[in-house]
Every structure is written in structure tokens, then in C-alpha cells.
């Protein structure tokens, strides 16, 4: 298959999920915020001490790396 027109195949598929990852935040933006806080989930390590406090989101981790994990199989399954 030609090289370009598989390049040009996945720009489209970008664009569209840009613009719809950007529709989301727009309304959701206008309702007060999102419905679920990504980074302040129950489950994240924090840790605050005298000297100073330590982060770290643990579980929107796994959350988004399987959000992305399904976008990437679902857009691989679309090109067969």
C-alpha cells in the first residue's frame, strides 16, 4: 500500500480524535469540571512531610494506560 496514503489515513484518525478529545473538555469545561479528577484518585500515593511532600498518581496511571490501550487496539482493529 502506498506509504503517503497511509500517512494521510492516519492524520485523519488523529484529527478526529483530537477533535473529539477536545469537544469533551469544551463541554465538559462548561459544566464545572470533569466528572471523574484525573490525578487525585483513591488509590494515588501522597505523601506530605515536614520537609517537603512526595506524588505520585498511581492508579490514573494504570487508568490511562488502559484507556490508551484500548483506543490503540480499537484503531488497529479498524485497519484490517
Known sequence: ???MRELGRMLVFAGVALAA???LVWVF???GGWPLRLGRLP???AYQGKH???Y???VTC????VVF???LWLVQWLKK
Open 1 to 3: 500500500m502506498d506509504p
Open 21 to 23: 478529545i477536545g469537544a
Open 29 to 31: 469545561a462548561g459544566r
Open 43 to 45: 488509590g494515588d500515593i
Open 52 to 54: 517537603g511532600s512526595f
Open 56 to 58: 505520585f498518581p498511581v
Open 62 to 65: 494504570i487508568l490511562l494506560s
Open 69 to 71: 490501550t484500548l483506543i
